[in-house]
């Protein structure tokens, strides 16, 4: 087994010093805070080649991730990846290239890579462990002509093994750390991810989410996540907690780089069904066009003060959003605050927990199936995985972190009646609760801090994006999360485009300054 001991990143000694070469060329243009369209621009007029790109954010990632642990492998393809995309855009007309072509994405490292890399979520047990082709994402991201970087740390299992494993954990990379703030929590489980492209460590990132593990980490981490609607983006090769609720989506340090991702990688896979049924979301001409500065115009936001923004009186908090709240008013949107909104919410509660009753047995079938389907292995079960954990409690912290949701999963047995009628309920609770809430009142996206809202959205497969909204008094970022119905992802970025657009919070972390 590999001991934690040895670094995961292996340097080649040129490098070093091709990369003090590459400085000088790099610094006529400042790839620090770049957008896709900036480097898209410097390409175009010869200020920066994909290769310059890519030394410079393995680069940093020698130099940051010792100390944030964000990444777990960088791709040993990445700079031929480059020299090609390099090679394709000599050759070819200007503007026949799509928006992601020769830009450097990190993956989660739950998401599959048939090629040098392993795909394990942070686990020692999967490493070794051969993927029989891309994640369908990953697929499209190809094609796209994007560089795959590396692989992102996370909250090893994507946060389902242990009730108190530490957010940004992994057996792989250790404790991930908020740029921001180092003793501060970078949240999960696409905790790498959003470390990772806040440090300026890569172009934009792939993440997560079955519930929260976009939204949380985008927001503590100052950078767009967008929760894309469940079958929007590919799920078909991706370690799955849930096919009801995982969905992959981009995260990024703005609205718009986001997009540019999202457009590639959106779009239907015949090995994930619910793709080809959410396909019928996507605008002709991609989502690019919502890109509006005015999009905030005539847009109807639900503002419940009462069941979402408990933010403290007075606060930090409070008195951002109600900043946030006049400036989104004066963009030309109604805040729609006059509706008993617990009216509609008060479904949600329940003495069970149906999200965490039908994810624990769906978990089983869902990790059992990917598992079984690799084409080599050494863990081919959860029982498996749970002996695993057992043998190397030290490496995998399995004393100290536990793996109850392990163990809760096992115990399961199918789908039985309880968990038929849990995702019934969950069904019948967003109808009656977010849906007929924003049908009825005619709204546009919900407003939520944080990753409040993230339960709602998840067990209804409803998107989300978060922008950047402030700091706290430790530095800690946070943001604002605009919510919407299946589908809505037009709409969703009209308004969080505009909003960023007002507002400019993101500011890069000082760590890139040290
Ligand atoms: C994949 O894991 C193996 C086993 O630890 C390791 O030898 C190899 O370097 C890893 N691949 C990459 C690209 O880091
Ligand atoms: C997808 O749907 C087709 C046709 O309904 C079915 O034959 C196939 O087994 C499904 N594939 C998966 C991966 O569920
Ligand atoms: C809002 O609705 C809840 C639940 O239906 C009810 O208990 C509460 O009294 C209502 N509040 C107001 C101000 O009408
Ligand atoms: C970072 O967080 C720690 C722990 O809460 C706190 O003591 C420290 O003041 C924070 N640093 C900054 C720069 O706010």
Known sequence: MASTKSSPLCFPLFLTSMFLFLQPLVSSFSIKEATVQDLQLAFQRNQLTSRQLVEFYIGEIHRLNPLLKAVVEVNPDARSQADKADRERKAKAAGSLGGLHGIPVLLKDNIATKDKMNTTAGSLALLRSIVPRDAGVVTKLRKAGAIILGKASLSEWAHFRGYFTPSGWCARTGQGKNPY???????????????????????????????????????????????????LTSRAGVIPITPRQDTVGPMCRTVADAVYVLDAIAGSDSNDNATVEASKYIPRGGYKQ?????????????????????????????????????????????????????????????????????????????????????VASPVRSLRDLLAFNNKFSKLEKTKEYGQEYFLDAEATNGMGKKEKAAILRLAKMSRDGFQ????????????????????LLATGQYPGIIVPAGYDSQGVPFGLCFGGLKGSEPTLIEIAYAFEQATKIRRPPSINNS
């Open 436 to 455: 007929k809430l924003m049908k009825e009142n005619k709204l546009d996206a919900l407003l939520s801090p944080f990753s409040s809202a993230s339960s």
């Open 181 to 231: 703030n180092i003793s501060q929590d970078p949240c999960g489980s696409s905790s790498g991810s959003a470390i990772a492209v806040a440090a300026n460590l890569a172009a934009v990132t792939l993440g997560t989410e079955t519930d929260g593990s976009i939204l949380c980490p985008s927001n503590n981490n100052a950078i767009v996540g967008i929760k894309p609607t469940v079958g």
């Open 290 to 374: 919502f890109l509006k500065i005015d999009g905030l115009k005539g847009k109807r936001l639900g503002l419940f003060r009462n069941e979402f923004f408990n933010v403290g009186d007075g606060s930090v908090y409070a008195k951002a959003f109600e900043r946030h709240f006049t400036t989104l008013r004066q963009r030309g949107a109604v805040l729609v605050e006059n509706v008993n909104a617990s009216k509609y919410l008060g479904v949600y509660n329940t003495d069970t927990n149906y999200e965490t009753l039908a994810m624990t047995a769906e978990f089983k079938l869902a990790i059992n199936s990917y598992l079984k389907e690799l």
